[in-house]
């Protein structure tokens, strides 16, 4: 699991390992106010595409 920021809202992604690759989960941004988690959308891989996320990411770290 990854984290991020997102605006003014954390994100937070989830990823399982493929041979050469990892395969995005989910993504789930959460809007923090004050202290306290007040929202959390999640986004699941089928909705990437619309997003321009990449359907997958090289072990490797190259592009």
């Known amino acids: ?3 991020g920021r997102a ?3 954390r994100r937070v ?4 390992p493929a041979p050469g690759a990892y395969l995005p989960l989910t993504i ?3 809007r923090v106010t004050g202290r306290a988690i007040a929202e959390i959308i999640t986004f699941h891989d089928d909705q990437f595409p ?3 996320l990449p359907e997958r990411l ?3 770290g190259t592009e």
């Open 13 to 16: 992604w989830s990823v399982a």
């Open 1 to 3: 699991m990854c984290t």
């Open 50 to 52: 619309r997003l321009g």
């Open 58 to 60: 090289p072990a490797d």
């Open 7 to 9: 605006g003014r809202g």
């Open 28 to 30: 789930d941004v959460l």
